[in-house]
């Protein structure tokens, strides 16, 4: 059984650019959530989804970011007019059913450079 | 609002000393309480986890107790080898909520 997959693994963007990431969970899994880490932090949560619908965004920025896990097909994290403070690994994990107690299986992140 | 504090590294060790990584966290109810390992280049992968007070998570030599009263979640190794290291992070998961909130991470460092 493959792990969470994430591509590209490397990402590199101009500012203003779009930046797409994507993320495919674990066979079987159906929840999905997308988490960041700057430069020598820990890890922020940005969003939490569904087949089809997002459950919570509390940790995504107003403007420029947006996600979607539709029914067929990966994950999307899509960041537009990417800016400098846009640089950051962002990760995926997948789990194949909600709840508080559960694991999360991390995919191995897509580290993005804005120049 | 529910935080993890966890002590600052890097911390540095001689292969079989002892270890021990500090986790303390704010939360209102019961939160579940998990120790991710991230190795260089990787994502992170769950090394233990505990879901009420007084559980012990353990794994690879690695253990946990969670402790309410203390709101702490210190991890252990009585034996460390140079293959763990890694940056160790503490999270918490709130009852009404699956997202994972995490400390900032300890940076272990282990010599021959």
């Known amino acids: 059984n493959a792990g969470v997959m994430q591509n590209p693994r490397h990402l590199v963007r101009r500012r203003g650019q779009e930046a797409r990431l994507r993320c495919s969970p674990m066979?079987?899994?159906?929840?999905v959530y997308w988490y960041r880490q700057l430069p020598e932090e820990g890890l922020k949560f940005m969003v939490y989804?569904?087949?089809?619908?997002?459950?919570?965004e509390s940790g995504m920025p107003k403007e420029r970011f947006s996600a979607e896990f539709p029914k067929e097909g990966p994950s999307i994290l899509r960041i537009q007019q990417v800016v400098r403070g846009d640089s950051a690994a962002y990760f995926c994990?997948?789990?194949?059913?909600?709840?508080?107690?559960?694991?999360?299986?991390f995919g191995p992140g897509t580290r993005l450079t804005v120049l | 609002g529910n935080s993890v504090t966890q002590m600052e590294g890097p911390v540095t060790l001689s292969e079989e000393a002892f270890l021990t990584i500090n986790c303390t966290y704010t939360?209102?109810?019961?939160?579940?309480l998990f120790w991710y390992v991230q190795y260089p280049g990787e994502g992170l992968q769950l090394l233990l986890k505990?879901?009420?007070?007084?559980d012990k998570g353990s794994n690879k030599g690695f253990e946990a107790t969670y402790r309410k009263e203390t709101t702490s979640f210190h991890l252990e190794k009585g034996s460390v080898q140079v293959s763990d290291s890694a940056v160790y992070f503490c999270?918490?998961?709130?009852?009404?909520?699956?997202?994972?909130?995490f400390g900032t991470g300890t940076r272990l460092q282990v010599f021959p």
């Open positions: 994990a997948s789990s194949p059913q909600g709840g508080a107690s559960n694991e999360q299986f």
């Open positions: 066979k079987g899994h159906s929840h």
């Open positions: 989804l569904q087949k089809e619908n997002i459950i919570d």
């Open positions: 939360a209102t109810g019961y939160p579940s």
């Open positions: 505990a879901t009420k007070a007084d």
């Open positions: 999270a918490l998961t709130s009852y009404n909520t699956d997202k994972l909130i």
